[in-house]
């Protein structure tokens, strides 16, 4: 490590070494947001009084807490006998599967709740009065609509977690910004271009989409007649 | 051996709390953050909400840019850029703290107000709530509706003039549910100086398990604190906006 | 007042072209025709909310295009009632009425209550002074627009479709108000379908279609021996939906009397 990398070279290590895994802790992340998601969001729309009470008690509980705290409890926390089936060496990934999917889960089952709600209610009388039950019309009208609605919030949510997933550093995971931070602690007066680097590849995964998906979709789905209301 | 390893939860929980000062100091360190960022943020998310709004082409653009960027970025890489520019900037950065220290029920406390690095992690903060704060207050800003602010002109009232007299009163109390969204959540990221070495409450719950090894019983205390606060400035917050209600605003 | 030759165009639509009335003082123009036809957008160029991109407006000699002129000051002197109310929503109607007085006037506070207080009795609101716009319906939310221009005792006053946005029933209570306005001699520029109203008091009514203005004459002129087709037509149909309008008005103005 003689020479001083240049720029492009920063650039591309950073990129190899810490994208993939990023992807995977957000991906992951999302996922199990999705699936938590949807399932609070049906438990406080269409459950009982207790899956309700159950589901918003979850809300606050993992909105409150802060990330960073959140995976050090699945880090360091849980006692090694919980975690049988989770080989050792691959804890601190999981920890942050799991903390970054909780998390998540909180939020979207927020944006699902909006979203099935903002589908205009004459929708689902007209469905039931060409006699679909009432899951059916859940499945084949509401859902669909919902989900177009839910889709500028979702990609906001999906920037959160990628930024989210940086907190992994913490823990020794080499996503991005470990991955730049390597560099840093190699060539310290790089440090700050190098941060520069990572933030416009954080920036790079982020704005595109959340442009994309953000208004302008809405304001298209809007004029095509899609999207309820 | 065993019986070491999964020990009664209740006696973790004591252990833990003999440790209450330092869990006091760094949770007092969160809030001092806390303040100052969403102060600060306040201010700044304002000025670049109005700037974005009705700044003219130019300004618009840089603030519009300035917001995105901010949101689009992780704030821990925020964070990391702001504490080592100077570093390699080459600038000297002389080393300096406010420290207060004071004693309760005979344990001494010792809080450091500012410290450089303290500072880079106010300004790091305040520079990103300003950014998210700016996006609610822009939602807001354009609910009023373009109606009346031509009403405003048309009775002869300069832009400024309306902005002040029209859009704000209206805007500010528009913003307050989304607001108050922010401002419970912010405690929630003042955790990130633990990486610049503050002396927050995350790193007091590191400092208590390296002493004690109730790794699961501090960290959870720990949520538990930011549970708590969270939902008293919620609520707190959620007075407020009831308190200050105009029929059809 | 003077409105010459305004050109005014939106990306490649040209919305008017070559528009030239006068205004005199006590005077009632009424602009009506299709919509589209540009009427709305006259308005705003005559008091400069979005200029015209040609031509020259004179308000008593003073050229409003002109840069070296205080377009606030100007605005203050041109008073706009528009169709969705635009009432200040945080604000109650007192306050709303009296706003324009204290900051763009510079009165003093208790002086400007008294005057807003005046306006919204003429307007015959005054008991609803302390509430706020949202706990108005429409034909009292216009009620209190109109309270606001008239507080500022512009040169003119500016309609724009006052009564468009309007249920049916609460039509009559505004259309009543302007019909007083203009009798005490209010100069007032009015675009609306409410063809009752312009047989009542108009000094002029001018036709603009496609952003130019076709015919021009009294209203004698046009509901006797209208001169073009369109002109015809557009009547034709107006008769059909607002017929019953005429009623409304004249049962009020009998009961005025």
């Not at chain 1, 989900?147 to 991005?176: C, H, M, Q, T």
């Not at chain 2, 009775?155 to 002040?164: D, E, V």
């Not at chain 2, 590191?206 to 949520?223: G, K, P, Q």
């Not at chain 3, 009424?30 to 919509?35: D, M, R």
Request: one cysteine or more.
């Amino acid at each position: 490590m003689s020479e001083t990398p240049d720029i492009p070279s920063i650039f591309f290590y950073i990129l190899f070494t810490g994208l993939p895994t990023t992807l995977l802790l957000t991906g992951i992340g999302l996922l199990l947001g999705l699936i938590i998601g949807l399932a609070l969001a049906l438990m406080r729309i269409y459950g009982a009084k207790e899956l309700m009470w159950f589901a918003s008690g979850y809300e606050k509980v993992f909105r409150g807490i802060p990330i960073l705290v959140l995976i050090f409890i699945f880090a360091f926390g849980i006692p090694v006998e919980f975690l049988w089936y989770i080989n050792p060496l691959q804890r601190p990934l999981f920890s942050v599967f799991l903390a970054l999917g909780l998390r998540s889960g909180a939020y979207q089952s927020q944006i699902f709740r909006g979203a099935i709600n903002s589908v205009n209610f004459g929708q689902m009388e007209a469905a039931r009065s060409i006699g679909m039950s009432g899951f059916q019309s859940f499945i084949h009208i509401i859902f669909p609509q919902a989900l177009r609605l839910a889709l500028p919030s979702w990609s906001n949510e999906y920037a959160v977690v990628i930024k989210d997933s940086s907190f992994a550093y913490a823990i020794g995971i080499i996503e991005l910004t470990r991955a730049a931070n390597r560099i840093s602690f190699n060539y310290p007066e790089l440090w700050a271009p190098t941060m520069v680097i990572v933030a416009i590849i954080y920036f790079l995964f982020t704005f595109p989409v959340t442009n994309f998906f953000g208004e302008r979709q809405t304001k298209k789905l809007k004029k095509l007649g899609l999207g309820g209301g | 051996m065993i019986l070491q390893t999964i020990p009664g939860p209740i006696e973790d929980i004591l252990k833990v709390f003999e440790y209450w000062d330092h869990i006091l100091s760094g949770f007092i360190m969160n809030m001092w953050l806390y303040a100052f960022a969403l102060t600060i943020g306040f201010i700044l998310g304002l000025i670049l909400a109005l700037v974005r709004q009705y700044g003219g082409r130019v300004f618009s653009k840089v603030s519009t840019g300035y917001i995105e960027v901010i949101r689009g970025t992780p704030l821990l890489v925020q964070l990391f850029l702001l504490y080592f520019l100077p570093f390699s900037l080459n600038w000297p950065i002389g080393s300096w703290r406010l420290v207060s220290t004071f004693s309760l029920f005979d344990k001494n406390i010792e809080i450091i107000f500012f410290d450089h690095i303290t500072l880079i992690g106010i300004i790091a903060l305040s520079l990103n709530s300003a950014a998210y704060q700016a996006e609610y207050f822009r939602g807001a800003i354009v609910s009023v509706g373009g109606g009346q602010v031509m009403a405003a002109k048309s009775l002869g009232m300069s832009t400024i003039g309306s902005i002040r007299h029209v859009v704000l009163p209206q805007a500010l109390r528009r913003v307050i549910p989304a607001w108050s969204n922010e401002a419970a959540y912010l405690p929630k990221y003042t955790t990130v100086v633990y990486f610049i070495g503050v002396k927050d409450l995350f790193r007091e719950a590191h400092y208590i398990v390296s002493i004690t090894f109730r790794s699961l019983a501090t960290y959870v205390i720990v949520a538990i604190v930011f549970l708590i606060t969270i939902s008293i400035i919620s609520k707190a917050l959620d007075i407020v906006y009831s308190r200050t209600r105009i029929p059809g605003l | 007042m003077k409105i010459h030759d305004v050109w005014k165009s939106y990306e490649n639509l040209e919305v008017l072209k070559g528009i030239s009335f006068d205004v005199e003082e006590k005077e009632v123009k009424v602009i009506f025709g299709p919509s589209g036809s540009g009427k709305s957008t006259l308005l705003r160029c005559i008091n400069m909310l979005n200029p015209p991109d040609k031509g020259e407006i004179y308000l008593r000699g003073q050229n409003l295009m002109s840069s070296d002129i205080d377009i606030n000051l100007m605005r203050s002197r041109i008073g706009m009632v528009f169709q969705q109310f635009n009432l200040f929503s945080h604000l109650k109607a007192v306050d709303n009425v009296s706003i324009g007085l204290r900051r763009v006037k510079g009165m003093k506070k208790e002086d400007a209550y008294e005057k807003a207080l005046q306006a919204l009795k003429n307007v015959r609101m005054d008991a609803w002074a302390n509430h706020y716009p949202a706990e108005l319906s429409g034909g009292q939310q216009q009620r209190v627009g109109i309270a606001r221009a008239l507080a500022m005792e512009p040169d003119v006053i500016l309609f724009d479709e006052p009564t468009s946005a309007l249920d049916p029933e609460l039509i009559g209570e505004v259309l009543q108000v302007m019909l007083d306005i203009a009798k005490s001699g209010t100069t007032m520029i009015v675009v609306t379908h409410e063809m009752g109203f312009a047989r009542a008091v108009a000094s002029e009514m001018i036709f603009l279609d496609k952003g130019l203005m076709i015919e021009r004459g009294t209203p004698e002129h046009f509901f006797t021996s209208p001169q073009s087709e369109r002109v015809k037509k557009f009547l034709n149909q107006l008769e059909v939906l607002y017929g019953s309008h005429e009623q409304l008005l004249q049962f009020k103005d009998k009961e005025e009397l």
